[in-house]
């Protein structure tokens, strides 16, 4: 299974969840789409530790198992499809999560979210997981992902 990280997805895997720590050891390839690299640094602009999480980011963004999805025509093409067809439905979503649909379905891959208005994109594959289930396997998902010899 190929499966996409939103910006929560990644946030719970580097504070160590069960569930999202257990997917990404499970799957053939990890994808992040640029869109949600943007909102990261957004994030650690805004916070304490830029130059460590922004270290840390690159540092997963470089490991053999992880893909960065670029923005594409093709991208911007089922962006424009969903983004009508969600508010034909009355039912809109954040800008950016339209987009990183969009992305995802390019692929063909699984999104990995707690974002529940993902469950509303027509014929698209989303993971849900709760936020709230964290425990200790940081580290070792961390090593899973940076290990050259994987």
């Given at each position: ?42 994030g650690?602009?805004?916070g ?7 270290a840390r ?19 911007a093409?089922?962006f ?5 067809a ?65």
């Amino acid at each position: 299974m190929r499966i996409a990280l939103d910006t929560k997805a990644y946030s719970a895997l580097m504070r160590g969840h069960r569930d999202v720590a257990a997917l990404v050891r499970r799957s053939e390839a990890v994808l992040v789409p640029a869109v949600v690299v943007g909102e990261l640094l957004y994030g650690f602009r805004l916070g304490s530790r830029f130059e460590e999480n922004t270290a840390r980011l690159e540092a997963f963004l470089a490991a053999s198992s992880v893909d960065l999805l670029p923005v594409t025509l093709t991208t911007a093409h089922r962006f424009g499809r969903t983004a009508a067809a969600l508010r034909q439905k009355g039912t809109p979503i954040p800008t950016n999560d339209i987009w990183i649909a969009a992305q995802v379905m390019e692929v063909g891959a699984d999104l990995l979210s707690s974002d529940s208005h993902f469950g509303a994109v027509d014929g698209f594959a989303w993971l849900p997981f709760s936020p709230a289930e964290e425990d200790s396997v940081r580290e070792q998902v961390w090593r899973y992902h940076t290990d050259p010899g994987r």
